[in-house]
């Protein structure tokens, strides 16, 4: 069965960045799967980030992220990215890589059946 497993969080400074990675095992994502990022900020709901096709096309992306934040994926690696630049405060969350079986990704959690258990992402001065 499909597993993930999220890295690349940590603690940084405003006005950087980071790259998260979210590795998949026991079968393969590309043609698969499509995959989206969330985040969880303490207190507050899940909110989806960016999401790509099983294809490795047709991202999409929130608002909130848009023009900062670059979602890829790695055939070879059987691995999703999530490139995040300009960190602020409002970025401070555990995010969440996830899968559904499909082609097209969307950005609310319905339909996502496998989910990493997240990485910490803290950004603080």
């Known amino acids: 069965q499909l597993q993930l497993v999220e890295s690349g969080g940590g603690l940084v400074q405003p006005g950087t960045s980071l790259r998260l990675s979210c590795v998949a095992s026991?079968?393969?994502?590309?043609?698969?799967?499509?995959v989206a990022w969330f985040r969880q900020a303490p207190g507050k709901e899940r909110e989806g980030v960016a999401c790509?096709?099983?294809?490795?096309?047709?991202?999409k992306w929130a608002d909130s992220v848009k023009g900062r934040f670059t979602i890829s994926r790695d055939k070879a690696k059987n691995t999703v990215y999530l490139q995040m630049d300009s960190l602020g405060s409002e970025d401070t969350a555990t995010y969440f890589c996830a899968a559904r079986d499909g082609t097209s990704c969307h950005l609310i959690p319905i339909g996502y059946n496998f989910w990493g258990t997240g990485t910490p992402v803290t950004v603080s001065s």
């Open positions: 790509i096709a099983s294809s490795g096309g047709a991202p």
């Open positions: 026991g079968s393969t994502l590309d043609y698969n799967y499509s």
